[in-house]
């Protein structure tokens, strides 16, 4: 039922952006939460040809690997109705991420502010690729930030590129998806904490938040 009610949501959001502009622009996350959301979301009824869709964060793969971000959004939500939006990936075939960044956001610049923005969070508090003691953090909490940064979490097995805290917080529609007990409690913490601790709540201000057990 989540999945159900926050799909008519954001359809219905981006419908109204489309009304006003030409284009919108539609920031997503990865992970598992998504999925079913992406399986109702993309045989909505929208002007699909008119809609920019990029990751809010990438592990640096390849796309056809199973830990892609880019590969769960193409084949879960740009499919249906939805295969003709526009996907805009945050990854290039390159070594290290920090050598085409700034090719990146020159792609991704012209679609700011995010139209629409779905996030989920982690029960460590991080969201999108803004986690807690991360080397690169700091930085991208900076109200003066980039678009994009590179991060390499601790225990992570590959380095990373996301969205920075004030691109995902200026989008013009937020929500935050998070299932279970543990993450509703994590929510409540964060909203307690500073955004070094707890990056989520750097993103929080008008924020709808949809939880379900």
Same mark, same amino acid.
């Given at each position: 039922m989540l999945a159900l009610?926050?799909?008519?949501?954001?359809?219905?959001?981006?419908?109204t952006?489309?009304l006003h502009?030409?284009?919108?622009?539609?920031?997503?996350?990865?992970?598992?939460?998504p999925g079913p959301?992406?399986?109702?979301l993309?045989g909505?009824?929208l002007?699909w040809?008119?809609?920019?869709?990029f990751?809010t964060?990438?592990?640096?793969?390849?796309?056809?690997?199973?830990?892609?971000?880019g590969?769960?959004?193409c084949d879960? *939500?740009?499919r #249906?109705?939805?295969a003709? !939006?526009t996907? $805009?990936?945050?990854?290039? /075939?390159?070594? %290290?991420p920090d050598d085409v960044l700034?090719d990146i956001?020159?792609?991704?610049t012209?679609?700011?502010?995010?139209s629409?923005l779905?996030?989920?969070?982690g029960?460590?508090?991080?969201?999108?690729?803004?986690?807690p003691?991360?080397?690169g *953090?700091?930085e #991208?909490?900076a109200p003066d !930030?980039?678009v $994009?940064?590179?991060l390499? /979490?601790?225990? %992570?097995p590959e380095?990373?590129?996301?969205l920075?805290?004030r691109v995902?917080?200026?989008a013009?529609?937020k929500?935050?998806?998070?299932?279970?007990?543990e993450?509703?409690?994590?929510?409540?913490r964060?909203?307690?904490?500073p955004?070094e601790?707890?990056?989520?709540?750097a993103v929080? !201000?008008?924020?709808t938040?949809?939880w379900a057990a």
């Open positions: 009610d926050v799909a008519h949501i954001l359809a219905e959001e981006l419908e952006h489309l502009h030409e284009n919108a622009s539609f920031a997503v996350p990865g992970g598992t939460s959301i992406f399986d109702v993309c909505a009824h002007d040809d008119r809609v920019r869709v990751p964060d990438e592990r640096w793969v390849p796309q056809e690997h199973e830990r892609s971000n590969r769960l959004i879960r *939500l740009l #249906a109705r939805a003709s !939006a996907f $805009l990936p945050l990854y290039a /075939p390159v070594d %290290m700034g956001e020159t792609m991704l012209p679609e700011l502010p995010i629409v779905m996030l989920g969070m029960a460590d508090m991080h969201t999108a690729s803004l986690f003691g991360a080397d *953090l700091a #991208a909490l !930030a980039p $994009l940064t590179a390499r /979490p601790d225990s %992570m380095r990373r590129v996301s920075t805290a995902l917080d200026g013009l529609g929500h935050l998806v998070i299932y279970g007990a993450k509703r409690a994590a929510l409540e964060a909203m307690t904490l955004p601790q707890a990056p989520i709540n929080l !201000a008008g924020t938040v949809h």
